[in-house]
T-cell receptor
Framework: ETGVTQSPTHLIKTRGQQVTLRCSSQ?????VSWYQQALGQGPQFIFQ???????GRGNFPPRFSGLQFPNYSSELNVNALELDDSALYLC?????????FGPGTRLTVL | KQEVTQIPAALSVPEGENLVLNCSFT??????LQWFRQDPGKGLTSLLL?????REQTSGRLNASLDKSSGRSTLYIAASQPGDSATYLC???????????FGKGMKLTVNP
């Protein structure tokens, strides 16, 4: 059991809206990463946070932003939603070089 | 730019077969390689982590090997069972980077 949880499980939004996805990792896991997985594809790296600071970013526009909090929780915020943002969003926490994933949030943009 | 490839994209086998899943990557300067399992609509479950200094890792019926020089990893599944049906993904982390670079995965179906 990884101990990484995500909420909500599913979410439906309309184009142009904003969304916040949440992740909670285990105590002691100082690094959290967010990934986007489109249907039939491997996950794509969005960004990573280490001790509340952004520590690497993938090829995603600035309307994708994040926060990490001292209690090992984190958020992914997406502004001005587009249809192509529909995907499974995964967060992962790292411990001893191994990454552990949460169950994901399925976002549908209509 | 690191690229990870998994071929074939799907595999269907009868129960009991021993399986080899392949993963290749273009840049051998990796920090580690990790194999995951994903059930439909679910998150990723870590199966095995191989660090760059290691050649293989084993867990139960699973064995993963790593050949950095040739840019290849294999995941061996012994005596496959219907419960092994899932999508298997491999991913690498570059030295000096913090992100996992994934292949597209291989969908495995084990028929009873």
């Amino acid at each position: 059991e990884t101990g990484v949880t995500q909420s909500p499980t599913h979410l439906i939004k309309t184009r142009g809206q904003q969304v916040t996805l949440r992740c909670s990792s285990q105590s002691g896991h100082n690094t959290v990463s967010w990934y986007q997985q489109a249907l039939g594809q491997g996950p794509q790296f969005i960004f990573q946070y280490y001790r509340e600071e952004e520590n690497g970013r993938g090829n995603f526009p600035p309307r994708f932003s994040g926060l990490q909090f001292p209690n090992y929780s984190s958020e992914l915020n997406v502004n001005a939603l587009e249809l192509d943002d529909s995907a499974l969003y995964l967060c992962a926490s790292s411990y001893l070089a191994e990454q552990f994933f949460g169950p994901g949030t399925r976002l549908t943009v209509l | 730019k690191q690229e990870v490839t998994q071929i074939p994209a799907a595999l269907s086998v009868p129960e009991g077969e021993n399986l080899v899943l392949n993963c290749s990557f273009t840049d051998s300067a990796i920090y580690n390689l990790q194999w995951f399992r994903q059930d439909p609509g679910k998150g990723l479950t870590s199966l095995l982590l191989i660090q760059s200094s290691q050649r293989e890792q084993t867990s139960g019926r699973l064995n993963a090997s790593l050949d950095k020089s040739s840019g290849r990893s294999t995941l061996y599944i012994a005596a496959s069972q219907p419960g092994d049906s899932a999508t298997y993904l491999c991913a690498v982390i570059q030295g000096g980077s913090e992100k996992l670079v994934f292949g597209k995965g291989m969908k495995l179906t084990v028929n009873p």
